[in-house]
């Protein structure tokens, strides 16, 4: 067969495939609520703060019954969007291996430029599936076919949060034989993004109620994770995506906007940061997103470092990066200050300053961690310890519970094996954690330390999760929203845990010396969230707790465990003592004391201070001429609204006009006493000299 035969049959195969996967047309439902759904495991009572139990008294992982998978149940859906192949390249000359294909740098469009095929909507017809009622908590996962998986159909699994009972199981049309990595729900849950890894690497999008495909999103590579992002800049909740990068292939890091019907509108190549982009997480306010980027090959991911990128989402450039082995995943802090960011190779978290981009301490987890989720309060992180590395074969089992102030190990949580994702409740009393391997999802309520169970009906390898709250729109019906997924909390879940972690707050650690502060000033008549913790580890054994002048009675915590009181500090001022039966440092005293003076205000003038507002737009200042009095303190307030670092330098001798510089989004005060005699003379920005305005004292 010659070169034009071969291309030729490569050609018809490629169109006959396409053209079978479009006359596919028969979507599949699983579990419908009459449906007999294995047996939940008993739901645990609402968590209460400050009572967890003991380690030695944490219930490990029950193992729920063996029961046959639920057989597949057909639902009907009348032309269902084909899905649209990727133009495959030509075939290879002899002798030269075949260039891969890229993102087009000429092109101008967000499709074009990622290679991103984004099919025509289509409206539902069905009736809903979903019906649920004000009140209700879903959580949507993928139950998907490998792991050892006996589900045949890549799949939606849809949990009542509350009940632990399955609400249904629906694969979409074509869905024999695919999987997936991860699933998300747009903000408002009207659309369900599935990826379907297989003959043709696709995404589908459901409706939220109906659960029929209404389109189908194509990318260059097998698609990893889709989560949501609230875009601070547009206000708006949009879909952020990566395709897995192994290889040099995929699209890279795209965003879907779904009130433009999932248009492209941003991302960048594997081209535009000259590596791997492997798992993208955004900042809980929205303004940057970190991305790990390992080795370009998963051959080398033990064997060559990569880069956690931090990325400015307004001009989709890298705004700093940090050199580590085989990062996976990135937690950011709720304060967006810090990054902990797994390595599987290293088995290993690494905390990262994301101001100064730079590693600023390490802990050792279990085997080849992956996923990770810090605490509500910000003061713990669970991996999921996948064995996601060298040797360790996807074989872990574990959850590392690390104490963020101490970077030290405080616990280790046993869950279902090759467990890749932790994701917080959105009232942040229980970590779920997702298990492909075990085809299920291990619960564990955070104050009683208990582990729960809920198998997939269908036996499918479960990896990632959303929980969608529901409530009276006002017109009779419901309205959803997404709170939580594997990228943190969203919307009104979000508000509420930054309001809980801006309350007062306090903290007493004891370890096997005692306490490991001496004093703890408060503010009288303050109410505070105090928390108690023993970090001593392990091998410091239990330690005790008590304040009669707190109004504290005695008790015990375990290593690692934590209780959270709500105290309320004397209106009166003086010392009160706490101690603990550890020594030599047995002994705290609690200091209650009136507050400082409060600095006058930023901006607030002297009588002899003259104040000028000086903004930066565009590399230009807002004002070209100012007049001040002789020998006048003037108060430059300099806000710089580019990206760009600025400052203001005065053009003469004698002078002594030089303002610090301000970076990119930046503010800053800068003081300048004016000369004694009239002058006139020029400022300028020493990084853009254009950038001027005249000064005249008088």
């Not at 599936?129 to 159909?153: E, I, M, Q, R, V």
């Not at 659960?211 to 990318?219: D, F, G, H, N």
Request: charged share 20%; hydrophobic share 40%; net charge neutral.
């Amino acid at each position: 067969m010659n070169t034009q035969h071969k291309r030729w049959f490569r050609l018809s195969a490629m169109l006959a495939l396409a053209m079978a996967t479009a006359c596919q047309n028969t979507p599949t439902a699983v579990v419908k609520p009459t449906d007999k759904p294995a047996a939940p495991t008993a739901a645990q009572p609402a968590a209460t703060a400050g009572q967890a139990a003991p380690a030695s008294t944490q219930a490990a992982a029950p193992k729920p019954a063996a029961a046959e998978p639920v057989k597949p149940q057909t639902i009907q859906q009348a032309n269902p969007p084909a899905v649209a192949a990727l133009p495959s390249a030509n075939a290879p000359l002899a002798g030269f291996s075949q260039p891969v294909p890229g993102p087009n740098l000429l092109a101008k469009t967000w499709p074009e430029r990622l290679g991103i095929i984004v099919g025509e909507m289509k409206p539902s017809t069905g009736k809903p599936l979903l019906t649920p009622k004000p009140g209700d908590l879903y959580f949507f996962s993928n139950a998907s076919t490998t792991w050892g998986a006996t589900n045949t159909k890549n799949s939606v699994w849809v949990i009542d949060a509350k009940t632990r009972k399955t609400v249904l199981e629906v694969a979409p049309p074509d869905g024999e034989g695919y999987s997936s990595h991860g699933i998300a729900v747009s903000g408002d849950g009207k659309y369900i993004y599935l990826p379907m890894l297989g003959k043709v690497n696709h995404i589908k999008v459901m409706d939220g109620r109906t659960l029929e495909v209404v389109q189908t999103i194509t990318t260059m590579g097998r698609q990893h994770h889709q989560k949501l992002w609230h875009d601070p800049v547009t206000n708006k909740d949009l879909i952020l995506g990566e395709d897995f990068g192994w290889s040099f292939s995929g699209s890279g890091v795209y965003v879907l906007d779904p009130s433009q019907n999932n248009a492209v509108v941003g991302g960048f190549s594997r081209g535009d940061i000259s590596g791997n982009p492997y798992v993208t997480t955004p900042s809980p306010d929205g303004k940057f997103i970190v991305v790990t980027v390992p080795a370009s090959m998963s051959a080398l991911r033990d064997k060559m470092e990569g880069t956690l990128m931090k990325i400015d989402p307004k001009t989709w450039t890298v705004l700093g990066a940090v050199p580590m082995i085989d990062p996976l995943w990135a937690e950011v802090s709720l304060d967006g200050k810090f990054a902990y960011v797994t390595s599987g190779g290293m088995a290993r978290v690494y905390k990262v300053d994301l101001e100064k981009m730079e590693e600023v301490g390490e802990v050792m987890t279990g085997p080849g961690p992956w996923g990770a989720r810090i605490s509500y309060d910000q003061s713990k992180l669970y991996t999921a310890d996948k064995g996601e590395g060298t040797g360790y074969n996807q074989q872990g089992r574990t959850s590392t519970v690390i104490d963020l102030q101490t970077l030290g190990v405080v616990d280790v949580l046993p869950i279902g094996i090759t467990t890749d994702h932790a994701i917080l409740s959105p009232d942040g009393k229980e970590v779920w954690f997702t298990s492909n391997a075990e085809h299920g999802i291990w619960i564990y309520d955070v104050a009683t330390g208990k582990m729960e169970v809920i198998k997939d009906p269908a036996d499918g390898d479960i990896h990632g999760g959303v929980f969608v709250q529901y409530t009276d729109d006002g017109k009779g019906g419901v309205k959803a929203e997404v709170v939580a997924d594997y990228s943190g909390l969203h919307g009104t879940a979000l508000a509420a845990q930054v309001k809980y972690n801006s309350e007062p707050q306090l903290t007493i650690a004891i370890n096997r010396t005692g306490f490991t502060q001496k004093t703890l000033n408060v503010t009288p008549g303050t109410d505070y969230r105090l928390t108690i913790k023993n970090v001593g580890g392990t091998s410091g054994g239990k330690v005790a707790f008590e304040s009669k002048a707190m109004g504290i009675e005695k008790f015990v915590l375990d290593p690692g465990d934590a209780r959270e009181i709500r105290w309320k500090a004397p209106t009166t001022i003086g010392e009160l003592a706490g101690n603990t039966d550890k020594a030599p440092n047995n002994v705290i005293s609690v200091t209650v004391k009136a507050p400082a003076a409060p600095a006058a205000p930023a901006g607030a003038p002297a009588s002899n201070v003259q104040i000028v507002n000086l903004e930066a737009t565009h590399n230009e200042w807002n004002i070209k001429e100012i007049t001040v009095k002789a020998g006048t303190t003037v108060r430059f307030n300099i806000k710089n609204n580019d990206d760009e670092k600025h400052n203001v330098v005065g053009i003469g001798e004698g002078l002594n006009f030089l303002s610090p510089d301000v970076a990119g989004g930046k503010s800053a005060t800068y003081e300048w006493t004016a000369p004694a005699t009239p002058v006139t003379f020029n400022t300028l920005c020493s990084y853009h000299p254009t950038m001027m305005f005249k000064v005249i004292v008088q």
